[in-house]
């Protein structure tokens, strides 16, 4: 138990639907991040909120909207995918923003 | 990119003492090395960071060289579940967290 849990665990989504990713952290948190770790390539930084607010959108297309409402709550909106954007997306929070990370143990999303 | 080289994968012999090189010849006075790693299936997981000085927490030890341009870290007493992918990374203040590819360390009986 890391004290971030992402659902759903797994996901199959065709390219025409659109799904969100939920990440919830009991840490008491204020800086969550979305990771994406495609086979064989490094994990790859998507966004950063603070204190609620977006600080870092490392150019994801449009096609992945990312919603923090509370400190607690990140989610990841996802529609018209494409089959290269199947991975393990991955959820962080720090207590601020230059402390050491801690990580859900991810969506695995595949697009068919 | 990440700033640091890693062996791609290393062996280990449980209950001996795992050794995990990082090279970060170009790090700067200010950034501090971090160590992550991953067991199959699960996110990564915070071991330990430091700056100058060693450090030691409940999980390894961190050995950072004088001139800061290369760190080990130790796992004193490897187990069947310290099997994992380790990441070095160094990252100053609110800096990005760039992971690399990582060193496989496989822990065998």
């Known amino acids: 138990e890391t004290g971030v849990t992402q659902t759903p665990r797994h996901l199959v989504m065709g390219m025409t639907n659109k799904k969100s990713l939920k990440c919830e952290q009991h840490?008491?948190?204020?800086?969550m991040y979305w990771y994406k770790q495609s086979a064989k390539k490094p994990l790859e930084l998507m966004f950063v909120?603070?204190?609620?607010?977006?600080?870092e959108n490392n150019s994801v297309p449009s096609r992945f909207s990312p919603e923090c409402p509370n400190s607690s709550h990140l989610f990841l909106h996802l529609h018209t995918l494409q089959p290269e954007d199947s991975a393990l997306y991955l959820c962080?929070?720090?207590?601020?923003?230059?402390?050491?990370?801690?990580f859900g143990n991810g969506t695995r999303l595949t697009v068919t | 990119d990440a700033k640091t080289t890693q062996p791609p994968s290393m062996d280990c012999a449980e209950g001996r003492a795992a050794n995990l090189p990082c090279n970060h010849s170009?790090?700067?006075?200010?950034?501090?090395v971090y160590w992550y790693r991953q067991i199959h299936s699960q996110g990564p997981q915070y071991i330990i960071h430091?700056?100058?000085n060693n450090e030691t927490n409940e999980m390894a030890s961190l050995i950072i060289t004088e001139d800061r341009k290369s760190s080990t870290l130790i796992l004193p007493h490897a187990t069947l579940r310290d099997t994992a992918v380790y990441y070095c990374?160094?990252?100053?203040?609110?800096?990005?967290?760039?992971f690399g590819t990582g060193t496989r360390l496989q822990v065998f009986p």
């Open positions: 962080a929070s720090s207590p601020v923003h230059d402390s050491p990370l801690h």
């Open positions: 840490l008491g948190h204020n800086a």
């Open positions: 909120y603070n204190f609620k607010e977006q600080t």
């Open positions: 170009t790090i700067s006075g200010n950034e501090y």
């Open positions: 430091g700056l100058k």
């Open positions: 990374i160094v990252r100053v203040g609110t800096d990005k967290l760039i």
